[in-house]
């Protein structure tokens, strides 16, 4: 199916998770800016190098390297729809994204907002573990995965992420409310947004998100 979706919420509001899920059941490319810079860093290369300082401390990477990530990957997948996990986050790339979209003829169809609480938030992140090889989330309350934490689908480690740290979770937090939630009204604006309740379990928020997808293909 060929769509194209943003995936936006706060850090733990379960943008990855629904993420992999979507391409899953659907089909459609997913992209993660975070989760490329992580196997950037662990790759060594400059890109990873230069970008680590500041996700290690939570901060967000500039607009101009997260765009030009964003337009490499599209211009290299995009011709079978995308789903956007934690892009964009700043309103300089929304813009960018709009443009971009535009000069390719084409448009967003959904900007999905997880809405969770802090309660959530705090929960979820202090129990994630994190395949360091594909990314797969899963949780440390997960009895599967408490005596071997190895992934299920690729076999790499499953580990806490360094970002995680409640400490740098309190930069990711006034980040999101000063820089990304501004993205609620500019998607409103579009009439593309829909809010989703992200406190319940995967499989609820999925059978939301599934929902709008397959409207959206009938619309
Ligand atoms: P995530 O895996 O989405 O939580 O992202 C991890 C980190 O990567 C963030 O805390 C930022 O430092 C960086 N990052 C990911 N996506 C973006 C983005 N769209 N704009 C700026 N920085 C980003």
New binding site residues.
Partial sequence: MKRRLVLLGA?GSGKGTQAEMITRQFGIPVT????I?RREKDLGTPLGLETAE??QH????SDKI?VELIEDWLRLHGGHGFVFD?????LP?AESLLSILTRLRTALDLAIWLEVSEETVRERISGRLQCRGCGFTTSVTSAKFAERPVCPYCDGPLVRRN?DDFSVLQT?LGEFASKTQPLADFYKKMSILRRIDGNRDREAVFSDISRLIENKATA
């Fill in positions: 850090p993660s800016p975070g989760a810079l500041i996700t939570g901060g967000l990477v997260i934690g892009f964009p986050r700043t790339q970002d990711r």
